[in-house]
T-cell receptor
C-alpha cells in the first residue's frame, strides 16, 4: 500500500492564482481531512469528509474548497491564493468508525507571493 | 471547546538524557489522547495513544499516561537518542457529535538531541 499520497510536494503561487492540492489514499478509509501547519500553531483542520459525497468545514475553512467524489481522493482547492495561505498542508485519513489514529501524507509546502 | 497546550520549546538534550514534554488539555466529553511525531521533511506519524483515564500508551521507549484528574498526558523517555530529534505533537479527539474524528493539536515541541 502507498498509504496517503500528496502532490505536489512544493508549489509557489502568485497572489490571486488558483490551484488544487491532490490527496489520495489506498486504504479504503472513510474519513479524510486537510490540515495546515504554521509555526507555533500546530495543525489546524481546514475541511474534512466522512465519506464520498460528504464534506464539512473545519476550524479554518475560508479560502478553501473541497469535494469527495470517490473514497480514494480528496482534493483541496485554493480559489484565489493569498499570502496568508503560505503554509504546509497535510492530508490525513482514517477508518470512519475507528477514530483512534489518522494516517498523514508527506505534506505540500505552499508559498504565495 | 477542545484545546491542547504543550510546553514551550525548543528542547535540547544530550544523548541518553531523560525527556519530558508536558501536555495538558481541555475537552468536552471523554477524549482519546495521542502523541504524534514529525521527523524532518516528513508527515506526522502516530507515536502512542491512550483512550481512557489511567491508560498508559507506549512505543519505541516513549510513554505517556492519561491523567484525568490533572487533564494531562505528558510524554517521557528515559534515554533519548539522536534519532529522536523531531517535532512532537500532543493531540486529542472526542467521539461523537460535531467533533467526530477531528484531531485538536497542540503547537508542537521541537526536540534536538546532540551526541
Amino acid at each position: 500500500n502507498a498509504g496517503v499520497t500528496q502532490t505536489p510536494k512544493f508549489q509557489v503561487l502568485k497572489t490571486g492564482q488558483s490551484m488544487t492540492l491532490q490527496c489520495a489514499q489506498d486504504m479504503n478509509h472513510e474519513y479524510m481531512s486537510w490540515y495546515r501547519q504554521d509555526p507555533g500553531m500546530g495543525l489546524r483542520l481546514i475541511h474534512y469528509s466522512v465519506g464520498a459525497g460528504i464534506t464539512d468545514q473545519g476550524e479554518v475553512p475560508n479560502g478553501y474548497n473541497v469535494s469527495r467524489s470517490t473514497t480514494e481522493d480528496f482534493p483541496l482547492r485554493l480559489l484565489s491564493a493569498a499570502p496568508s495561505q503560505t503554509s504546509v498542508y497535510f492530508c490525513a485519513s482514517s477508518w470512519g468508525r475507528v477514530i483512534h489514529e489518522q494516517y498523514f501524507g508527506p505534506g505540500t509546502r505552499l508559498t504565495v507571493t | 471547546g477542545n484545546s491542547v497546550t504543550q510546553m514551550e520549546g525548543p528542547v535540547t538534550l544530550s544523548e541518553e538524557a531523560f525527556l519530558t514534554i508536558n501536555c495538558t488539555y481541555t475537552a468536552t466529553g471523554y477524549p482519546s489522547l495521542f502523541w504524534y511525531v514529525q521527523y524532518p521533511g516528513e508527515g506526522l506519524q502516530l507515536l502512542l495513544k491512550a483512550t481512557k483515564a489511567d491508560d498508559k500508551g507506549s512505543n519505541k521507549g516513549f510513554e505517556a499516561t492519561y491523567r484525568k484528574e490533572t487533564t494531562s498526558f505528558h510524554l517521557e523517555k528515559g534515554s533519548v537518542q539522536v534519532s529522536d530529534s523531531a517535532v512532537y505533537f500532543c493531540a486529542l479527539t472526542v467521539a461523537g457529535g460535531t467533533s467526530y474524528g477531528k484531531l485538536t493539536f497542540g503547537q508542537g515541541t521541537i526536540l534536538t538531541v546532540h551526541p
